[in-house]
Structure formats: C-alpha cells, structure tokens
C-alpha cells in the first residue's frame, strides 16, 4: 500500500485552537494520488459484493461517489439535516467539537442490500457511527467501512466496534 500521508497538510489551530487540522486537498489536486487512493480501496473490497457505497456529506462523497462508480455500485448520500428532499430517518450525534445531525432517505435502498461505508477521516467516531445507525434503520449489511484517514489517538473504532474499518493513513 502506498504512503498518501505526503499529500495531507496540517493546519494548527483549525477549525478552533488546539486541532492540528488534516487538510486532504493536496491529495485531491494530485490525480495520481487520487486515483491511487480510489484504487487501493476498490482492491481491498475487491472479493465483496457490494450493492452500495454510502457516504457521509461532505467529504465522504468525495470518496464514496468515486469508489461506487469504480466498483459498479449505487451510491447514496448521508446529508445534514434537511438537506434531502423526500422521507428521511435522522440521528443526532456528537462531533469532536459540537454536535450535528445527519439523514438517509427511508428509501435509500433495499432491505439485506450490502454496504460499504466510505468517508475521508475517522477521529471520534460520531459521524460514522451515526451513519451505521442509520444504514442499519433500513436494514442493509454493512460489508465495511472505509476511510482514508484514522485519528488514532481519538479512538472512534471503539464506538464502532462490531466492523471491518479499513483506513489507508493512521496519525
């Protein structure tokens, strides 16, 4: 697996004082790197049959719209609260620095679809595991969770213990 770690820049004091900010945009703005990253996930999950690539609004659609098109999945959107424009199941959950709310369409896909949970950054775990409640309220299976980085220090796998979470950076 490639080292992506030289495309992230970290910004001190950002959002607020006192996070080291992991900014993912050199990474965008380098196709090669991008490409690689979308490639590296799509062969880790290569052996799953995978029906759809969800991904938590905004960064994780990034990904997740990306990857559900190389592996030939559906892709759907975990938005912030009243962002989509039909029925919806919604879950509140705390952020490393406030808290927010996030939605799925009730009809998002169908019952035992297979899921592969894909966003850019786990650190506490709040917004993924927010995301598997909601995914588990319309009762897919989720296969994985993949992210392009993993906030070692911040410890989010415990609030999500029970998954397979591939992450291509730890810190």
Known sequence: MQDFSRFVREVPDFPK???LFKDITP?????TAFHRVIDEFARHYKYEAIDVVA???ARGFIFSTVLAYRIGAAFVPIRKKGKLPYEAHEVTYDLEYGSDTIEIHQ???PKDS???LCDDLLATGGTLAASVELIEK???HIVGIAVL???LELKGREK???YDIFSLMKY
Do not use: Q, S, T, V
Not at 27 to 31: A, F, K, M, R
């Open 17 to 19: 004082p006192g996070i």
């Open 160 to 162: 999500i213990p029970n």
């Open 107 to 109: 009809d998002a896909f």
């Open 138 to 140: 319309l009762e897919g």
């Open 27 to 31: 990474l965008l703005g380098n196709p």
């Open 149 to 151: 980085i993993e906030l």
């Open 114 to 116: 297979r899921i592969l």
């Open 55 to 57: 991904g938590p609004e």
